[in-house]
């Protein structure tokens, strides 16, 4: 079977669940690499040529998307006939709601007075949070309950997103 034709998990000979062995993934991404990387086929003819740029870049975005949390759990969510980007975000709960504009008032505070030990328990505490989403998510999907899931994706995406901008708020500060 084709590269082209086969899900990200079964390219790289994977279940599909969300809790991966990460070192197994990489280990197998260099081998797949290694047997379809284009400059292994530069003396192949044109089709060959394509078709192992083709892999390559299918095996790239696979591997991109499973060690990513939040990309395998959208991965997840769509190979399991639900729409991760829908945009009715109304089963996000009010307290979730509140909890993203207090982390948000805390870290423009904290930025605006260069309070690094602010902003660094705030990470913490966001950090704590993203640990919590993974594994509600990484249960839901364990149970094969991707529509419970996809709050819980919701709330990843955010918390990712809180993370970035904590860190850039650090680098600002720190003038990296």
């Not at 990513?68 to 997840?76: D, E, F, H, Q």
């Not at 902003?119 to 919590?132: F, M, P, Y």
């Not at 249960?139 to 991707?146: C, G, M, R």
């Amino acid at each position: 079977m084709s590269i082209n034709s086969k899900n990200y998990f079964e390219i790289f000979s994977l279940q599909e669940n969300f809790d991966l062995d990460l070192d197994r993934i990489s280990a197998e991404y260099k081998n797949l690499q290694s047997q379809y990387h284009p400059d292994k086929y530069s003396d192949a003819d044109d089709a060959t040529r394509l078709h192992a740029l083709q892999s390559s870049s299918i095996i790239n975005d696979a591997f991109n998307t499973l060690k990513s949390p939040l990309r395998r759990a959208g991965y997840l969510l769509i190979i399991n006939g639900v729409d991760p980007e829908e945009n009715n975000q109304n089963h996000l709960t009010e307290d979730f709601l509140l909890q993203q504009m207090s982390w948000r008032d805390i870290l423009d505070d904290a930025t605006q007075d260069e309070n690094l030990n602010t902003i660094e328990l705030l990470k913490q505490e966001v950090v704590e949070e993203h640990q919590n989403c993974i594994i509600e998510f990484q249960d839901f999907a364990n149970a094969f309950n991707f529509m419970e899931a996809k709050p819980i994706y919701n709330k990843l995406q955010f918390v990712e997103k809180m993370l970035d901008e904590i860190n850039r708020s650090e680098e600002k500060i720190l003038d990296y």
